[in-house]
């Protein structure tokens, strides 16, 4: 491990380093204490750097900020940095891969460094170098990095998130809230799949075996369906394959199936944090003689259910303004992106990464990470 003391000042200090151990009890209770997202969780983030970073040729930069002398970092904010064509960017512990990003650390201590006049700067001295610093898809509940970076700017992203408030009660928001022809339709639909085939199920996997052949049925569902699916990539079909089955032993990642006889035809995946259930990935049968019974939201209605039973309120679609979102009257969370430049290459940077022109398309073909 490169451990580097990038700043000592009386009230804080400000180090550096390419490893940190997500897994310690430390770490977990300053997430627990956080109002981080499941995308920065322990489990997540120790997959993420020990699995995706290595193959994306990305360098881990994560930050521990230390108050008052004490030897426990009390905020941790995980990044990397990549180099594209000369241009050297840093983002949060994404890769295409966290639908969310936040720093890392109780609101009270964030609001002290903010409030602290030195610290935004010493802050992007410590993470140096870089030309574009660009914190995406913040979500509104965390806490705002824009004032921890100095000259931040904070603007929408493109894109928007979903969740739907559920409720204890499943058939009361089903009934109270998704429309008549919705729930009809679906009703129809399987009752129709179950004449014509035959009784569907619906359950939760735990063997690390069932979760394997989920995953491998799922990829090749996403890939058939998805042109440069990054799930496709080994380095992401791992991270996620192992979130799966070591978050599955911790009650914090679920794998689900629909099944008709032994033949999966649904899979869906998601993170538990707290009461929310976020809904990261989903494939369906792509056999043709099934695609008039909708078995994707069938079976996406059926881990709405699953979940609200485990005792989770909300239903968060995550990222993207897909329209089948409407379908369950999802309620749009507007996500912001917090961005800071440095020198004329980082400013000409970000202008591309604005644009809605050809430039973005450039960018984003250089860089097919950025959203």
Not at 36 to 63: D, H, R, S
């Amino acid at each position: 491990m490169n451990r580097q003391a990038a700043i000592d000042v009386s009230d804080y200090r400000i180090e550096t380093s390419d490893a940190y151990d997500f897994l310690s009890d430390h770490f977990s209770a300053l997430f627990d204490r956080s109002s981080a997202t499941a995308f920065q969780g322990p489990l997540w983030l120790e997959q993420f750097y020990k699995t995706i970073v290595p193959g994306a040729g990305a360098t881990p930069i994560i930050v521990t900020i230390y108050l008052n002398g004490s030897q426990d970092p009390a905020v941790v904010i995980p990044l990397v940095r990549e180099t594209h064509f000369g241009i050297q960017i840093i983002q949060p512990a994404d890769l295409g891969v966290a639908d969310y990003n936040a720093v890392i650390g109780s609101d009270e201590n964030l609001e002290v460094l903010a409030k602290t006049p030195s610290f935004s700067k010493d802050l992007l001295k410590a993470i140096r170098p870089y030309d574009l610093i660009l914190f995406r898809k913040q979500p509104p509940w965390v806490f705002d990095a824009a004032q921890l970076f100095s000259g931040a700017e904070k603007r929408p992203n493109i894109s928007s998130s979903y969740e739907a408030v559920i409720g204890r009660d499943y058939d009361q928001w089903l009934n109270n809230v998704v429309s008549k022809n919705m729930r009809k339709g679906l009703r129809r639909k399987r009752n129709g799949f179950e004449k014509d085939y035959g009784e569907l199920s619906f359950h939760e996997l735990a063997e690390e075996k069932e979760i394997d052949e989920a995953f491998k049925l799922m990829r090749e569902l996403r890939a058939a369906r998805y042109e440069d699916d990054l799930f496709s990539r080994l380095e992401y079909f791992q991270f996620y394959r192992n979130v799966a089955v070591l978050g599955s032993q911790q009650g914090i990642a679920s794998t689900f199936v629909g099944k008709f006889e032994d033949q999966i035809i649904s899979v869906d995946f998601g993170l538990r944090q707290n009461d929310r259930f976020l809904f990261l990935l989903g494939g369906f049968s792509n056999n043709e003689e099934y695609q008039r019974y909708s078995l994707g939201l069938i079976g996406l209605c059926e881990k709405i259910r699953d979940e609200t039973e485990r005792g989770r309120t909300i239903f968060d679609f995550t990222i993207g303004d897909e329209d089948y979102k409407q379908s369950f009257r999802a309620d749009r969370i507007p996500l912001t992106n917090v961005t800071a430049t440095s020198g004329l290459v980082g400013r000409l940077a970000f202008s591309a990464y604005q644009s809605r022109g050809s430039l973005r398309g450039v960018l984003k073909k250089l860089m097919p990470k950025f959203n």
